[in-house]
C-alpha cells in the first residue's frame, strides 16, 4: 500500500463510524476524510460540487446506515450519492461498500435492492461460493461476521457472487478486480456494536430465526471481531493492488 494513500469514506448515519478501518489505514500515514451525508437537513438535496473531486480520492469506502437506497424522497441526497459513485467507478478506481454501502454501489450499477426474506441482527456464519474463479478476492470457506440488515441488493450485471448464507443469498460481490461490495459488517468492533444497540433506528423486528438480543450482542468478546477485520484488511489491499491508482 503506497503511503499517503488519499481515501474518503461516505457515512450516512452519526452512530456508524469508521470502524475498524481508522487504524488499519492509520498505519499507512492515509489521509482519512469524509462526507457526513446524516449532517443534511433532510430537505436539502445535494449538489455534485460538494462532493469531492474523483481524481482526489485513491479509495472510497461507502459505510452502512439505516435508511434504504430506494427512500430518495426522504433522503434527497441518496440520488446525487449514486449519481457520484457511479461517476467514481466509471474511472475505474476501488471502492468497498459495507451493508448500505455494498448496497448503493449494487444499486448505482443498476442493480434492484430490496426487503429481503429474513432479516439479520447479529452473528452468522458466511460460505465461500465454491465456482468462483481463482483471480476473485479469496474468502475463508466460512466465516462468522456481523449482519445487521433487513434488505439486500441484487448482484450487478457483469459481477460475481463471493459469499452466501442460508438467511441472505448475496453477502458479498465482487465487480472487476476494483470493487467490492459486503452484505455484512467486516468493520465492526466492541465499540463500533456498542453505537448500533445505542443509535437503533433500523426498522429491524425484535424476533425471528436470524435476530439475536441486545443482551446476546452485548456478551460478544473481541476475539470475534477480529476476522472480520482481517477479512476487511485483505480487501482493502486487494483493490488497492487491482486499480491503477
Known amino acids: 500500500m503506497k503511503s499517503h494513500l488519499k481515501v474518503h469514506y461516505f457515512q450516512h448515519i452519526a452512530g456508524e463510524g469508521f470502524g475498524s478501518c481508522y487504524a488499519y489505514l492509520q498505519k499507512y500515514q492515509a489521509q482519512i476524510t469524509a462526507t457526513e451525508f446524516f449532517a443534511l437537513p433532510l430537505d436539502q438535496s445535494l449538489e455534485i460540487e460538494a462532493l469531492p473531486q474523483i481524481e482526489d480520492v485513491d479509495l472510497l469506502i461507502i459505510m452502512g446506515g439505516t435508511m434504504s437506497v430506494n427512500d430518495e424522497a426522504n433522503f434527497p441526497w441518496l440520488k446525487m450519492e449514486k449519481r457520484w459513485i457511479r ?85 458479498m460481490y465482487q465487480m472487476g478486480k476494483n470493487v467490492l461490495g459486503f452484505q455484512f459488517h467486516p468493520e465492526s468492533t466492541p465499540e463500533s456494536l456498542a453505537l448500533f444497540l445505542e443509535n437503533d433506528e433500523e426498522e429491524i ?41
Open 87 to 171: 461517476r467514481y467507478l466509471s474511472a475505474g478506481k476501488p471502492a468497498i461498500g459495507l451493508c448500505l454501502g455494498g448496497q448503493l454501489i449494487a444499486n448505482a450499477l443498476g442493480a434492484a435492492v430490496s426487503r429481503n426474506p429474513h432479516p439479520e441482527r447479529g452473528w452468522s456464519m458466511i460460505q465461500r461460493v465454491q465456482s468462483v474463479p481463482d483471480w476473485c478476492f479469496q474468502l475463508p470457506p466460512q466465516l462468522q461476521v456481523l449482519q445487521w440488515h433487513s434488505e439486500t441488493f441484487e448482484i450487478p450485471r457483469g459481477a460475481i457472487l463471493l459469499a452466501e448464507n442460508s438467511a441472505c443469498r448475496h453477502q
Open 205 to 245: 423486528p425484535c424476533i425471528g430465526p436470524y435476530i439475536q438480543s441486545d443482551a446476546e450482542l452485548g456478551k460478544i468478546e473481541k476475539k470475534h471481531f477480529e476476522p472480520g477485520n482481517q477479512l476487511l484488511n485483505q480487501a482493502i489491499e486487494y483493490v488497492l493492488q487491482c486499480s491503477v491508482l
